[in-house]
């Protein structure tokens, strides 16, 4: 049974080390090679976590539009709502701290409210914490900007988590992965 697991950000080197690339950073930390597939409108690479198949992926449609390529994803490999794990990051928790869950709204989030719109809302996420937007900064310059020193290690700490929050999630469940990981 195949397990997809998205990462949501923005396509391109402009937004590589932004606070809404946050998604991209926790799947290429998943990663076994540089080499990505085309497909789905998403680069794709399959590995094996904890035994379980995985198809990493980061949708390039921009990520207002995620859904459309988790969709495609979702309906080419016949893989269930249940089976999907996406990472996004959110600016209603601290930069680096982790909330995992399994079903719920978008919380703002407007790639998840996108995939939300075309699959349902009963699939897990991980939300990174990307630090709240100051008073008086808009909220798209907010999301687009990169992070200072202190944030950036914080958010580093947390990227390094991914790997064992998989684990966990798959051999024990989203309970589980909640109990050790949600700060």
Same mark, same amino acid.
């Not at 409108?41 to 976590?49: S, V």
């Not at 995939?115 to 999301?143: H, M, S, Y």
């Given at each position: 049974?195949?397990?997809?697991?998205? *990462?949501?950000?923005?396509?391109?080197?402009?937004? $590589?080390?932004? %606070?809404?690339?946050?998604?991209?950073? +926790?799947?290429?930390?998943?990663?076994?090679?540089?080499?990505?597939?085309?497909?789905?409108? !998403?680069?794709?690479?399959?590995?094996?976590? $904890? *035994?379980?198949?995985?198809?990493? $992926?980061?949708?390039?449609?921009?990520?207002?539009?995620?859904?459309?390529?988790?969709? +495609?994803?979702?309906?080419?490999?016949?893989?269930?709502?249940?089976?999907?794990?996406?990472?996004?990051?959110?600016?209603?928790? !601290?930069?680096?701290?982790? %909330?995992?869950?399994?079903? *719920?709204? !978008?919380?703002?989030?407007?790639?998840?409210?996108?995939?939300?719109?075309?699959?349902?809302?009963?699939?897990?996420?991980? %939300?990174? *914490? !990307?630090?709240?937007?100051?008073?008086?900064?808009?909220?798209?310059?907010?999301?687009?900007?990169?992070?200072?020193?202190?944030?950036?290690?914080?958010?580093? #700490?947390?990227?390094?988590?991914?790997? $064992?929050?998989? #684990?966990?999630?798959?051999?024990?469940?989203?309970? +589980?992965?909640?109990?050790?990981?949600?700060?």
């Amino acid at each position: 049974m195949l397990h997809i697991f998205i *990462g949501l950000g923005n396509p391109g080197q402009k937004y $590589a080390n932004t %606070r809404h690339n946050l998604g991209f950073m +926790a799947i290429d930390s998943l990663a076994e090679n540089p080499v990505w597939k085309s497909e789905c409108r !998403a680069l794709t690479q399959k590995i094996h976590i $904890a *035994g379980k198949d995985v198809l990493l $992926a980061k949708p390039q449609t921009f990520m207002n539009l995620s859904g459309e390529s988790v969709q +495609a994803l979702m309906a080419f490999y016949k893989v269930k709502p249940e089976n999907l794990l996406v990472f996004s990051d959110d600016v209603n928790l !601290a930069c680096g701290k982790i %909330r995992m869950r399994p079903s *719920g709204s !978008a919380g703002g989030q407007n790639g998840l409210k996108n995939i939300i719109e075309k699959i349902g809302q009963n699939f897990t996420r991980v %939300r990174i *914490g !990307a630090g709240q937007c100051p008073p008086k900064c808009d909220l798209i310059d907010w999301v687009l900007s990169s992070f200072s020193k202190e944030e950036k290690s914080f958010c580093e #700490e947390a990227i390094g988590k991914i790997k $064992a929050l998989c #684990e966990i999630y798959l051999t024990k469940g989203v309970e +589980a992965a909640q109990n050790l990981f949600n700060g």
